[in-house]
């Protein structure tokens, strides 16, 4: 399955992101005390790191910048816990005037008395310099902790850290608080959320999910950014972790699959491949351009969380040339997992009854028409920055004429 298998004119909404400039990219920051897990999620989530390996990992002594190219291009900062940012000798307005959302991280197997003081500081100084950031509270390593102790845990952080910014005078400070932990799949639920809110086009997006879903009869909907598994949008009925669990599940179950059976180009080279950016190195990974999963039996027995199918049945490529990655898993209890792939970047997950996808022609028709809104939505986007471009461009050779001729 291929996610950059796409030519020049393709609607390629990572890349129309990533030629803006830097400066107007979103910024989001780590922070925390040593040993928090801060570089530890980083590695997971955006470099693809097994958790165990994070066991080796050494405490970061510098802030580590990393720009991540994918659907929505942006900056993480990783900064390292033992720094005093409220040092004069750093500038405060360089570190959180262009941060898009600051998350931080708290290690609940500890005593967090000191991460909460230090939250209140950050999030102080933070929100002087920019009003606009979004903070986000990270709990972190709650997977050795019981379902009690875990809920008192948030519990008592957020509600200490509630009163102590009510106490400065900052109670309209919004903060969000997750439970994380680099062995499932919370902390890239909690980073879909996080990235949410750096994507001016949610609503839109949310909004085209629920009409796609209402005149399909789907159940639910996900639009993921492949590469790191977070999900950008679904639509507005409620989140369920099984529901993300599977849907994600099934992201690694198709490029595992395609590795196999997927499609061989010339020269003996996969035809598609997804590149791992973080580490520098091409993951060659094969297109499946239509693939159904379902056991042997035809659905008699249920497929477990991790998204285990059975036999794969290749069907020959399209004549149309429409080689876009489509896969469906039918599961035992009488549910469909729909994969759609959208750009390089993207692909759209459905859950839906089997019933409902009897009317398959219907789906894939409003699947389409789902996909050329979404070109549509980012073109406006493209025209509007053009737009500001050639006026900024204007106002500058304006300028250049007045001071010219200004003092003639």
């Known amino acids: 399955m291929s996610y950059s298998d796409y030519g020049d004119n393709d609607p390629i909404y990572g890349d129309e992101l990533a030629d803006e400039d830097r400066e107007s990219r979103p910024r989001l920051m780590l922070m925390g005390l040593r040993r928090s897990g801060k570089s530890s999620i980083q590695r997971v ?56 959302a600051l998350v931080f991280v708290i290690d609940s197997q500890d005593d967090y008395m000191e991460a909460l003081a230090r939250l209140h500081s950050t999030v102080v100084a933070a929100y002087r310099v920019n009003p606009n950031i979004t903070f986000e509270v990270f709990i972190h390593k709650v997977d050795g902790l019981s379902e009690d102790y875990k809920i008192d845990t948030q519990r008592d952080i957020q509600q200490t850290t509630t009163d102590e910014l009510a106490d400065a005078g ?28 750096l994507i001016p086009q949610l609503p839109t997006l949310e909004n085209l999910l629920n009409i796609l879903c209402a005149n399909s009869s789907i159940e639910k909907a996900f639009l993921f950014d492949v590469i790191s598994k ?3 949008a679904t639509d507005s009925s409620p989140v369920d972790s099984q529901s993300y669990e599977i849907c994600s599940d099934m992201i690694d179950v198709i490029i595992d699959i395609s590795s ?8 003996g080279k996969t035809q598609g491949y997804i590149e791992d950016q973080q580490e520098g190195r091409d ?72 019933e409902t996808f009897e009317k398959q022609g219907l789906i894939d028709y409003n699947v389409q028409c789902f996909k050329e809104a979404m070109d549509q939505v980012f073109e406006l986007r493209r025209a509007e920055r053009t737009r500001r471009e050639m006026e900024a461009n204007q106002l500058m050779e304006q300028q250049r004429h007045n001071g010219m001729y200004g003092h003639g």
């Open 45 to 100: 989530v955006f470099h693809k790191m097994s958790p165990t390996e994070t066991l080796f990992l050494e405490s970061t002594s510098k802030i580590n910048k990393d720009n991540i190219h994918s659907f929505i291009d942006f900056q993480v900062w990783d900064f390292p816990g033992q720094m005093d940012f409220f040092d004069p000798t750093f500038d405060t307005t360089a570190i959180f005037g262009e941060v898009g």
């Open 170 to 197: 900052l109670e309209n400070v919004q903060l969000a608080f997750y439970l994380t932990s680099i062995y499932d799949h919370s902390i890239f639920e909690a980073f879909s959320k996080v990235i949410q809110k």
């Open 230 to 232: 977070i999900y950008i």
């Open 260 to 267: 196999i059976y997927g499609r061989v180009a010339i020269g």
């Open 283 to 354: 993951d060659w990974v094969q297109r499946n351009d239509h693939g159904d999963y379902e056991d042997s039996n035809g659905g008699g027995r249920a497929v477990s969380s991790s998204s285990r199918a059975g036999s794969l049945s290749n069907q020959p490529t399209q004549a149309s040339g429409n080689h876009e990655a489509f896969s469906v898993i039918k599961m035992g209890n009488g549910t469909v997992l729909y994969l759609r792939e959208v750009n390089k970047y993207l692909a759209l997950i459905c859950l839906l009854r089997a």
